[in-house]
């Protein structure tokens, strides 16, 4: 059974009455009775109990300054051991035993498969030990593990390994020590039977690094990239923000069994072996990419997290938003800055904009927190980001790097908060951020109704800009933002016009910025010799929704003639978005205007990169379309307007894409970003091919889905053929299955190409796969692949007979016992029940009170239902 939490709020933030100096871990490993033995320095800040937090702990005994406690002398709660009476410095001995192997919610400590692992933020090592689990508290951390000799080789902690050796009867131990005051969160333990890759890195401050990577065994030949992508971060981060390691050893360990991506704990990383495993044979090039950047993050969390980290959870953006900007800039600078900006972009209007806009909206530094584990979100993470480049964009690399260096020299080894931060950034820069503030305290997303006035006569251009943010639960009344709007001014015939005006200078991005902080702002530009083509909000320069009413003409010559990749990416989707808002208002039937389908034609042999290409020819999906619709979303009309814009781009463009694809060739091992592009442009048009004619096609894919040595092409073929129900999907699915059923990272893109399916009979496939021997509610990665696919799949999930919502309540009442922050991901769908038609509106809100009414309902679960229920 879960306690209920109650909410926590920012406001009430108080230091802590007692600190933790030192802290000696003693680990005795075994897979139901782990007993750990804590001995703590304990030293008081101020009056008060000592109240030390602990989940699912067998309490054995403990010991001030060597004396046993009597039962007597302490409070024990199901959350709390409580010392009304203690001295003001002290040593505190405190053991007690945990369960490892009956631990499926995967935190704390847990096994997984046969290895012992941690998961301690964000609230996990309360479930290891009675301590002050908060991030505050920076103790020194020893730790020593025994454990079998034969089963677990490699025992391993954070920071330095001091000692080791041999005991009786079987067992060994090693003791680490990590110099580096920490908060518990990061704290990390493994023991396990790996194979090993090792390598150095001598840093810019002439530090030997040791370097090593623990996989599964038989896995080595895979851990390589993941290897060249930990050098490369080291290197880029030493140069592009002058911050070097600082521990002798950097260790990162890949396990099957992870409820998020990676942790970044002290010296210690623990990965979801997804974001660590990579051949061609086996990963997508999505995946590499997504190797690099979770590498690259973590690894960037040395300094932004650990060295200087979070004084509360509700400051989590602090390192979060900042590390993912850092994480963007690194895989930008070392790929197409264009392509990472456009995922960036994508992730925040499919996602972040939805949660804003759900019951569970939240500023990016929250305010109310019922469970920590629920606000690890696109808000806190992306949306944060897009905070900390809007700073970037305000002062420039330079002043950015200064206010860093700033932040750095006050903080380091310290518990911080956001304001912290701004205040480094102003000093540095010595300039006013108080407006800016508001972005770390406002929820919602900014809209901004943008008008243009052209006087002819006058030869003058009034522009007039608006903002509005909508209200979100616990926050009625918006403030105005201020916010940097990139753009360009061009003519018809598509050459950039320059701009002249006190409030608008030429930012460093090539761009014109204006920075707009009112609720109401008006620009008159003179001289202006034509009505001009404006590029509004150039490479997204801040998180908010444009509305303008312009002529398609606009987006035609922006696609053609645009200097920014990211402008004629986006003038392209905001073609599509016309043609489909416009299409759904007609019950789903478009109307491919002519110039549209030419403009495109033109963009297919630009010479443009192919990457970017791939990306112009992936219109809004139906999940994007449905953010229009705040209520009665037409979600049968959002689907068919997307499947016949594209049957109409394939029936159009059709020889186009044949001659684009037989032009195309990549070597199948080639990593580089140009092979990448090559292959993503291939798959497009083996697409749109497939769609228009089917039959001349279906061969070919299954070939390909089943054949060669690129994961990429073959996942993508895989897709193809289920989504667009070749005759021969079955073939494809059986023989990839065949083929890759012992290798379970790629077994998650067989059960995810079905899952993602548009076809209505997906939920009885769902359904049907859910029985399948590869298929196990205790591993998270195979719940994300088929049931959190088929979640995002909004046109299934949401069928109208309400089997989708049957199925997915079925698995989240199920995973509330086994693993609730698995189960509270898979909710987010139902949050928006106000989104749609009665009938849909009434059976979402069944299946929250069904959960709401649950004895033993999670407090993951609870907060996202009751918040969507209020
Ligand atoms: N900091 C971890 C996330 C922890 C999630 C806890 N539920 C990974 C990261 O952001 O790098
Ligand atoms: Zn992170």
Same mark, same amino acid.
């Given at each position: 059974m879960t306690t209920q939490k109650t909410a926590k709020f920012r406001s009430d933030y108080r230091t802590p009455a007692f600190t933790i100096d030192t802290v000696d871990l003693d680990f005795h490993l075994h897979d139901s009775t782990t007993r750990v033995v804590a001995v703590m320095r304990v030293r008081r800040l101020s009056a008060g109990p000592l109240e030390l937090d602990g989940e699912q702990l067998q309490l054995r005994r403990i010991a001030i300054d060597g004396s046993e406690l009597a039962t007597a002398d302490y409070e024990l709660t199901a959350t709390q051991l409580r010392m009304a009476d203690v001295p003001d410095n002290f040593e505190l001995t405190i053991e007690t035993e945990i369960n490892p192997s009956a631990n499926s919610a995967l935190e704390g400590l847990y096994k997984s498969g046969g290895a012992f692992c941690t998961q301690c933020e964000a609230e996990g090592f309360r479930r290891i030990t009675y301590y002050l689990d908060r991030p505050d508290v920076l103790a020194i951390f020893t730790t020593t593990v025994r454990a079998d000799a034969e089963t677990y080789p490699y025992l391993l902690s954070n920071g330095n390994?001091?000692?080791?050796?041999?005991?009786?009867?079987?067992?060994?131990?090693?003791?680490?020590?990590?110099?580096?005051?920490?908060?518990?969160?990061?704290?990390?333990?493994?023991?396990?039977?790996?194979?090993?890759?090792?390598?150095?890195?001598?840093?810019?401050?002439?530090?030997?690094?040791?370097? =090593?990577?623990?996989?599964?065994?038989?896995?080595?030949?895979?851990?390589?990239?993941?290897?060249?992508?930990?050098?490369?971060?080291?290197?880029?981060?030493?140069?592009?923000?002058?911050?070097?390691?600082?521990?002798?050893?950097?260790?990162?360990?890949?396990?099957?069994?992870?409820?998020?991506?990676?942790?970044?704990?002290?010296?210690?990383?623990i990965f979801n072996s997804k974001y660590v495993l990579a051949d061609t044979a086996t990963a997508t090039d999505w995946d590499f990419?997504?190797?690099?950047?979770?590498?690259?993050?973590?690894?960037?969390?040395?300094?932004t997290g650990n060295r200087i980290t979070c004084r509360d959870w509700f400051q989590l953006s602090l390192k979060e938003g900042l590390t993912v900007f850092r994480d963007q800039e690194f895989s930008s600078d070392l790929g197409s800055r264009a392509v990472h900006r456009i995922d960036a972009i994508r992730v925040m209007r499919s996602h972040q904009f939805n949660e804003d806009a759900s019951p569970m909206a939240h500023p990016i530094r929250p305010d109310k927190v019922v469970e920590m584990n629920n606000f690890y979100t696109v808000t806190v993470y992306n949306k944060g980001a897009e905070v900390i480049r809007m700073l970037h964009t305000f002062l420039g690399e330079q002043g950015f790097q200064a206010g860093m260096r700033c932040y750095r020299e006050r903080h380091d080894g310290q518990a911080v908060t956001c304001e912290d931060f701004v205040a480094a950034m102003e000093t540095a820069n010595d300039t006013d951020l108080a407006q800016f503030r508001r972005w770390y305290s406002q929820a919602g997303t900014p809209t901004l109704t943008i008008t243009e006035d052209y006087d002819a006569a006058q030869k003058s251009l009034t522009i007039k800009v608006q903002q509005h943010t909508p209200s979100t639960p616990?926050? %009625?009344?918006?403030?105005?933002?201020?916010?940097?709007?990139?753009?360009?001014?061009?003519?018809?015939?598509?050459?950039?016009?320059?701009?002249?005006? =006190?409030?608008?200078?030429?930012?460093?991005?090539?761009?014109?910025?204006?920075?707009?902080?009112?609720?109401?702002?008006?620009?008159?530009?003179?001289?202006?010799?034509?009505?001009?083509? %404006?590029?509004?909000?150039?490479?997204?320069?801040?998180?908010?929704?444009?509305?303008?009413?312009?002529?398609?003409?606009?987006?035609?010559?922006?696609?053609?003639?645009?200097?920014?990749?990211?402008?004629?990416?986006?003038?392209?989707?905001?073609?599509?978005?016309?043609?489909?808002?416009?299409?759904?208002?007609?019950?789903?039937?478009?109307?491919?205007?002519?110039?549209? %389908?030419?403009?495109?034609?033109?963009?297919?042999?630009?010479?443009?990169?192919?990457?970017?290409?791939?990306? %112009?020819?992936?219109?809004?999906?139906?999940?994007?379309?449905?953010?229009?619709?705040?209520?009665?979303?037409?979600l049968e009309a959002i689907g068919k307007a997307v499947q016949q814009l594209r049957d109409a781009l394939a029936?159009?463009?059709?020889?186009?894409?044949?001659?684009?694809?037989?032009?195309?060739?990549?070597?199948?091992?080639?990593?580089?970003?140009?092979?990448?592009?090559?292959?993503?442009?291939?798959?497009?048009?083996?697409?749109?091919?497939?769609?228009?004619?089917?039959?001349?096609?279906?061969?070919?894919?299954?070939?390909?889905?089943?054949?060669?040595?690129?994961?990429?092409?073959?996942?993508?073929?895989?897709?193809?053929?289920?989504?667009?129900?070749?005759p021969n999907h079955q073939q494809a699915l059986g023989q990839f299955e065949q083929q890759w059923q012992e290798t379970p990272l790629v077994m998650d893109k067989w059960f995810a190409a079905q899952a993602s399916a548009p076809q209505p009979e997906t939920v009885e496939r769902v359904a049907m796969l859910l029985e399948h021997d590869k298929f196990s509610l205790r591993n998270p990665n195979r719940v994300y692949a088929l049931v959190a696919t088929f979640c995002r799949?909004?046109?299934?999930?949401?069928?109208?007979?309400?089997?989708?919502?049957?199925?997915?309540?079925?698995?989240?009442?199920?995973?509330?016992?086994?693993?609730?922050?698995?189960?509270?991901?898979?909710?987010?769908?139902?949050?928006?029940w106000r989104r749609y038609d009665e009938k849909r509106q009434e059976l979402l809100k069944n299946c929250l009170l069904e959960l709401q009414q649950m004895d033993n309902l999670a407090s993951d679960l609870a907060e996202k239902v009751n918040n969507a229920l209020a």
């Amino acid at each position: 059974m879960t306690t209920q939490k109650t909410a926590k709020f920012r406001s009430d933030y108080r230091t802590p009455a007692f600190t933790i100096d030192t802290v000696d871990l003693d680990f005795h490993l075994h897979d139901s009775t782990t007993r750990v033995v804590a001995v703590m320095r304990v030293r008081r800040l101020s009056a008060g109990p000592l109240e030390l937090d602990g989940e699912q702990l067998q309490l054995r005994r403990i010991a001030i300054d060597g004396s046993e406690l009597a039962t007597a002398d302490y409070e024990l709660t199901a959350t709390q051991l409580r010392m009304a009476d203690v001295p003001d410095n002290f040593e505190l001995t405190i053991e007690t035993e945990i369960n490892p192997s009956a631990n499926s919610a995967l935190e704390g400590l847990y096994k997984s498969g046969g290895a012992f692992c941690t998961q301690c933020e964000a609230e996990g090592f309360r479930r290891i030990t009675y301590y002050l689990d908060r991030p505050d508290v920076l103790a020194i951390f020893t730790t020593t593990v025994r454990a079998d000799a034969e089963t677990y080789p490699y025992l391993l902690s954070n920071g330095n390994l001091q000692r080791k050796g041999t005991l009786d009867n079987g067992e060994h131990f090693a003791t680490w020590h990590d110099p580096h005051p920490k908060p518990a969160y990061l704290f990390a333990l493994v023991a396990g039977d790996f194979d090993r890759l090792h390598d150095h890195y001598t840093t810019m401050e002439g530090r030997e690094v040791l370097l =090593e990577l623990f996989v599964d065994k038989g896995n080595l030949a895979r851990a390589g990239y993941a290897m060249q992508s930990l050098k490369k971060a080291m290197k880029w981060d030493e140069e592009r923000f002058g911050l070097a390691y600082d521990l002798d050893r950097y260790m990162i360990v890949a396990v099957d069994f992870f409820n998020m991506g990676a942790m970044e704990n002290k010296g210690l990383n623990i990965f979801n072996s997804k974001y660590v495993l990579a051949d061609t044979a086996t990963a997508t090039d999505w995946d590499f990419i997504h190797v690099e950047s979770v590498i690259g993050h973590e690894y960037f969390h040395n300094w932004t997290g650990n060295r200087i980290t979070c004084r509360d959870w509700f400051q989590l953006s602090l390192k979060e938003g900042l590390t993912v900007f850092r994480d963007q800039e690194f895989s930008s600078d070392l790929g197409s800055r264009a392509v990472h900006r456009i995922d960036a972009i994508r992730v925040m209007r499919s996602h972040q904009f939805n949660e804003d806009a759900s019951p569970m909206a939240h500023p990016i530094r929250p305010d109310k927190v019922v469970e920590m584990n629920n606000f690890y979100t696109v808000t806190v993470y992306n949306k944060g980001a897009e905070v900390i480049r809007m700073l970037h964009t305000f002062l420039g690399e330079q002043g950015f790097q200064a206010g860093m260096r700033c932040y750095r020299e006050r903080h380091d080894g310290q518990a911080v908060t956001c304001e912290d931060f701004v205040a480094a950034m102003e000093t540095a820069n010595d300039t006013d951020l108080a407006q800016f503030r508001r972005w770390y305290s406002q929820a919602g997303t900014p809209t901004l109704t943008i008008t243009e006035d052209y006087d002819a006569a006058q030869k003058s251009l009034t522009i007039k800009v608006q903002q509005h943010t909508p209200s979100t639960p616990g926050q %009625i009344d918006k403030q105005p933002v201020v916010i940097p709007l990139l753009f360009s001014l061009y003519n018809a015939a598509g050459q950039r016009l320059s701009v002249t005006h =006190e409030h608008v200078q030429r930012h460093e991005s090539g761009s014109e910025l204006w920075v707009v902080n009112q609720a109401t702002a008006t620009l008159t530009l003179t001289d202006v010799n034509e009505r001009p083509v %404006i590029a509004w909000l150039e490479n997204f320069s801040a998180p908010v929704k444009i509305e303008r009413n312009v002529d398609l003409s606009v987006y035609t010559t922006l696609l053609a003639h645009a200097e920014q990749e990211v402008t004629r990416w986006e003038a392209a989707q905001q073609m599509y978005l016309h043609v489909l808002l416009a299409g759904v208002r007609q019950q789903g039937q478009i109307d491919l205007p002519q110039a549209l %389908i030419e403009a495109l034609r033109h963009a297919l042999h630009a010479a443009l990169d192919n990457a970017l290409k791939a990306l %112009i020819f992936t219109p809004p999906s139906a999940e994007e379309l449905v953010e229009y619709f705040q209520e009665d979303a037409p979600l049968e009309a959002i689907g068919k307007a997307v499947q016949q814009l594209r049957d109409a781009l394939a029936e159009h463009l059709e020889d186009d894409f044949a001659k684009v694809y037989h032009s195309l060739t990549a070597d199948e091992k080639d990593l580089s970003a140009q092979a990448m592009a090559v292959r993503a442009m291939q798959n497009r048009c083996l697409y749109y091919l497939a769609v228009a004619t089917p039959q001349d096609y279906a061969p070919k894919v299954l070939q390909q889905a089943t054949q060669g040595q690129s994961m990429t092409l073959q996942q993508a073929a895989l897709e193809f053929a289920v989504h667009l129900d070749l005759p021969n999907h079955q073939q494809a699915l059986g023989q990839f299955e065949q083929q890759w059923q012992e290798t379970p990272l790629v077994m998650d893109k067989w059960f995810a190409a079905q899952a993602s399916a548009p076809q209505p009979e997906t939920v009885e496939r769902v359904a049907m796969l859910l029985e399948h021997d590869k298929f196990s509610l205790r591993n998270p990665n195979r719940v994300y692949a088929l049931v959190a696919t088929f979640c995002r799949n909004s046109l299934c999930f949401h069928r109208a007979d309400g089997q989708g919502y049957q199925l997915v309540l079925r698995i989240i009442k199920q995973l509330n016992t086994l693993n609730p922050q698995v189960a509270a991901r898979l909710i987010t769908p139902f949050l928006q029940w106000r989104r749609y038609d009665e009938k849909r509106q009434e059976l979402l809100k069944n299946c929250l009170l069904e959960l709401q009414q649950m004895d033993n309902l999670a407090s993951d679960l609870a907060e996202k239902v009751n918040n969507a229920l209020a």
